[in-house]
């Protein structure tokens, strides 16, 4: 994964909605353009992107609860990562900021994109295998996200919950 990660502005596009209509997974910005994930398919891997203006003006209340700092990098891997475990932005908010919890599992890279902070991230799918005694396993969802990537690597792993 981290291969395909190092290499994630080849399979970004920019475009309509219409345009990136096959996309494998899209994110829609606030002045109408989309982005669009095509990379190869990745067995085992779940994929989610998240895109914003890097010129956009922090929202004040976001600004005051989260800080300013590298604020689009970690807004977009935060919602990356919401988009992969199912879980809505603000319970994610209440549970970890912008941050994940330490011992998730989560693949990511953030990076420029022309105007744009965008972050692909990727977590492994759910385990099919019937957990031992026939109980089931739980949900990667309940799982995935990542945590901030302050040192500004291309990619992190981290053991999500």
């Known amino acids: 994964m981290p291969a395909l990660l190092s ?36 067995d085992g891997w779940r994929v989610a992107l998240d895109a914003e203006r890097a010129d956009a003006q922090v929202p004040p209340a976001l600004a005051r609860r989260f800080g300013q700092s590298d604020f689009w990098a970690r807004w977009t891997r935060a919602e990356a990562l919401c988009k992969l475990a199912d879980v809505p932005v603000l319970t994610w908010w209440r549970r970890y900021g912008l941050t994940v919890p330490g011992d998730a599992v989560a693949v990511w890279r953030t990076l420029r994109l022309a105007d744009l902070v965008v972050t692909v991230a990727f977590a492994p799918l759910p385990d099919p295998t019937p957990a031992p005694g026939g109980a089931s ?25």
């Open 7 to 42: 290499c994630a502005e080849r399979h970004l596009r920019v475009g309509t909605a219409d345009q990136l209509a096959s996309a494998v997974t899209r994110s829609h910005l606030d002045d109408g353009r989309c982005v669009g994930w095509y990379g190869p398919p990745a």
């Open 137 to 161: 396993r739980p949900d990667v969802r309940e799982r995935q996200g990542t945590p901030p990537n302050p040192a500004g690597g291309p990619c992190v792993r981290q053991r999500l919950r």
